[in-house]
Nanobody
């Protein structure tokens, strides 16, 4: 009953930019921390960035200064603005969110299906 859908992936050249979006839908009372992870072929899934409901952000050192995470609480949407993309950035990027379905319920983690980001000349 809760779904996260990513969009915005694609092919860009090194140094280019891409903006990912992840929209939550379904029975959502409140979305707490949201974030982005990525997984490259043959590698573990790694944290890219997180943002709390208050707007506090954290970034992996590898993307700090290049990526920006933001959110629109009214739209249950989180964004990842990726600038100065590098050859090591290609991966499937996954959105995740801690979601409270009702006022009194505990939170549960939800994941999107992933969107492919390719960086190549």
């Amino acid at each position: 009953q809760v779904q996260l859908v990513e969009s915005g992936g694609g092919l860009v050249q090194p140094g280019g930019s891409l903006r990912l979006s992840c929209a939550g839908s379904g029975r959502i009372y409140r979305i707490y921390t949201m974030g982005w992870h990525r997984q490259a072929p043959g590698k573990q899934r790694e944290l890219v960035a997180t943002i709390t409901s208050r707007g506090s952000t954290n970034y992996a050192d590898s993307v700090k200064g290049r990526f920006t995470i933001s959110r629109d609480n009214a739209k249950n949407t989180v964004y990842l603005q990726m600038d100065s993309l590098k050859p090591e950035d290609p991966a499937v990027y996954y959105c995740n969110a801690a979601v409270g379905i009702t006022y009194s319920s505990s939170t549960s983690d939800y994941w999107g299906q992933g969107t492919q980001v390719t960086v190549s000349s």
